[in-house]
Nanobody, 120 residues
Framework: VQLVESGGGSVRAGGSLTLYCAAS?????MGWFRQAPGNRREGLAR???????GYEDSVKGRASISDDGAKSTLYLRIDNLKPEDTAMYYC???????????????????RGQGTQVTVS
């Protein structure tokens, strides 16, 4: 099972980035979290098995999560980037339990290697 992120890089404050996640198989539950050095994992966005989309407050209004329809590629676009958005961004995936993607996105079972985003 592989989740491979790309699209990270260095960007100026106020700019935008789109992150990509290529999945080696279909996962009903997918999302993104980030982690900066010394900080805890911070959930960002998720797409659940019924198509419900959710955003955490840290990126609500600035982020958009989407997929290619088959969840073989997951996207996360973040606008108006701020220095505090600097972190390693991880694509994560999980399997539903009793039909629901019940776990917090930071606890999803499958995780990619991450892509670094640096905002200055």
């Amino acid at each position: 099972v592989q989740l491979v992120e790309s699209g990270g890089g260095s960007v100026r404050a106020g700019g935008s980035l789109t992150l990509y996640c290529a999945a080696s198989r279909f996962f009903p539950c997918m999302g993104w979290f980030r982690q900066a050095p010394g900080n805890r994992r911070e959930g960002l966005a998720r797409v659940d098995s019924d198509g419900t989309i959710g955003y955490e407050d840290s990126v609500k209004g600035r982020a958009s999560i989407s997929d290619d329809g088959a969840k073989s590629t997951l996207y996360l676009r973040i606008d108006n980037l701020k220095p505090e958005d600097t972190a390693m961004y991880y694509c994560v995936a999980d399997l539903p339990f009793n039909g629901y993607c019940g776990r917090p996105v930071v606890d999803f079972y499958y995780r990619g290697q991450g892509t670094q985003v640096t905002v200055s």
